[in-house]
């Protein structure tokens, strides 16, 4: 394995408290919950393993022994999923294989095709970077069994990226523009003037 | 479609800006160098994105220097000194692109702007013809992409995904072609770099494609023109919204995909452009559809 502290971005002689936060932001970065619907899903879940195990390194360098048990377990992926109609396609999904999982599920009778497809078609598409028929199918899923959390966290994740509305600045208000610099110098002209002094010379 | 791919000048340091101008200088003076001097008029901002990522990745320090340019010669500005991979790549997507733009216009414009483009087509198809040499993998994804535009633009069911799939496409394997062009331990180090660069330039690529046809849409609907968002089933009211919602999207999975690549020299700058200039230029262009009475 490469130099932990190298992967967590601090220096060896960081405190616990530095190593915790850098772990922190980074875990907040490339959680796989970021990643789900992602085409590159497995890299983030790997660059995840690799942040994880760098930590539980350091940790257990420091002797400190009771995070590295907590940490891989507190941001793990949390796709596990109990029940399933589906389980060749989940794991065409997980290898990758997405031709193969679209024409398992293109195969599926209009009639039989329950919440759980439209989410799987949806996963298809979203991993294909399809992003926009994938929202309308994940929606379909959603709707169709509004209980499922999965489904629901799918619909909310993609929601929120949707609405991003403070990715960038506010570009509404700027300082001052020239004008108001122009208007503000004859108004302080004007109040020099009435008390006798002059702020402009040659009116 | 180019030109929406810039820095946001006002949050970026000045160092970086300084750097920024240099490669957009630098890229300028490749295209003199490789094809003519009149080729330095196509420079646009999207190829210089392009070759700041690539610098940024690269083993290779750029080495500065002061010099006139010959567009201004009372200006000085600062140039990359020796020639690089990463500028000939992004002067043969500059170029290529530029060729294929103009064929398009040639087939789609009225007559009086078709005398001007033909007027234009012998110079841009001898320089393509040098960029085909030297980068064919460039030129032959622009060719690709040309050609499916075409038919998703006569499909009956496309969609926004479909319509974006040739822009997104070639963008990603324009983008691939940085981890086989360049010598970068950076890339190396990861074997997954490809793959994140490919998912990075597609996404982008589809931004790209989506901003133009929003940008386009008041345009094209007064025209009958191809464009994506017409042929949604989404009220007018609702359709700011939603166009923005798709690019909110897209927009932020091409930013999950260059967070999994690890930090090069200019990280800065792309991370200004990505994070910052992008959303700028979307509230910018969607103003448009707060005021549609105007456009018409």
């Known amino acids: 394995m490469n130099n932990p502290y190298e992967i967590l971005g601090v220096s060896p002689n960081a405190t616990d408290e530095e190593i915790k936060t850098a772990y922190r932001n980074l875990a907040k970065k490339y959680h796989p919950d970021n990643y789900t619907d992602s085409p590159l899903a497995d890299v983030a879940e790997e660059k995840m393993k690799e942040i994880n195990e760098a930590y539980d390194a350091i940790c257990d360098m420091r002797k400190n022994g009771s995070h590295s048990s907590t940490s891989s377990s507190s941001y793990g992926s949390s796709s596990s999923y109990t029940h ?92 001052c523009s020239a004008c108001d610099i122009c208007t503000g110098l004859m108004c302080a002209d004007c109040c020099c003037n009435c008390m006798g002094g002059r702020s402009i010379f040659c009116c | 479609m180019f030109g929406y791919v810039n820095v946001d000048k006002s949050n970026l340091l000045g160092k970086d800006f300084d750097t920024y101008r240099a490669i957009y200088c630098s890229l300028c003076k490749q295209l003199g160098r490789d094809y003519s001097i009149f080729a330095r008029f196509f420079l646009n901002y999207d190829c210089t994105f392009y070759a700041v990522l690539m610098l940024s990745l690269s083993d290779k320090t750029c080495d500065f220097c002061t010099g006139r340019c010959r567009f201004n010669p009372l200006k000085k500005c600062d140039y990359i000194s020796d020639d690089t991979v990463s500028l000939s790549l992004a002067a043969a997507l500059t ?131 191809f464009n994506p968002y017409i042929t949604l089933d989404v009220e007018e009211k609702e359709l700011k919204n939603y166009v923005l919602s798709s690019l909110n999207h897209t927009l932020s999975e091409a930013m999950l995909s260059y967070n999994l ?12 452009a990505l994070f910052s200039a992008l959303p700028k230029k979307q509230n910018l262009v969607l103003s448009k559809f707060d005021k549609p009475d105007k456009q018409k």
């Open chain 1, 84 to 175: 399933t109609s589906y389980p060749d396609v989940r794991q065409y999904i997980h290898e990758g294989r997405l031709d193969d999982a679209m024409e398992i599920l293109n195969g599926v009778a209009q009639e039989s095709r329950n919440a759980e497809w439209y989410f799987l078609m949806g996963m298809v598409f979203s991993r294909k970077g399809w992003n926009d028929q994938a929202y309308t199918y994940f929606q379909r899923a959603y709707q169709m069994e509004p209980d499922n959390y999965e489904f629901r966290s799918a619909v909310n994740n993609m929601n929120s990226r949707r609405t991003y509305s403070n990715m960038g600045y506010d570009t509404g208000n700027m300082g």
């Open chain 2, 95 to 225: 170029i290529s692109s530029a060729y294929y733009k103009l064929l398009d216009n040639i087939l789609d414009s009225p007559w009086y702007k078709r005398i001007f483009y033909r007027l234009l087509q012998p110079m841009l198809s001898s320089w393509h013809k040098i960029s085909l040499k030297k980068f064919p993998t460039i030129d032959n994804e622009l060719n690709k992409m040309t050609i499916s535009q075409k038919g998703t633009e006569e499909d009956k069911n496309c969609n926004i995904d479909k319509a974006a799939e040739p822009t997104a496409a070639m963008l990603s394997a324009v983008f691939s072609l940085v981890d086989e062009k360049i010598d970068s331990s950076i890339l190396k180090k990861n074997k997954n770099s490809k793959r994140i660069l490919s998912s990075f330039g597609y996404f982008l690529g589809k931004w790209i494609y989506l901003i133009d046809a929003a940008d386009d849409y008041f345009n094209d609907k007064k025209h009958h023109n």
């Open chain 2, 261 to 272: 690549l690890e930090k090069g020299r200019y990280d800065a700058i792309i991370s200004n």
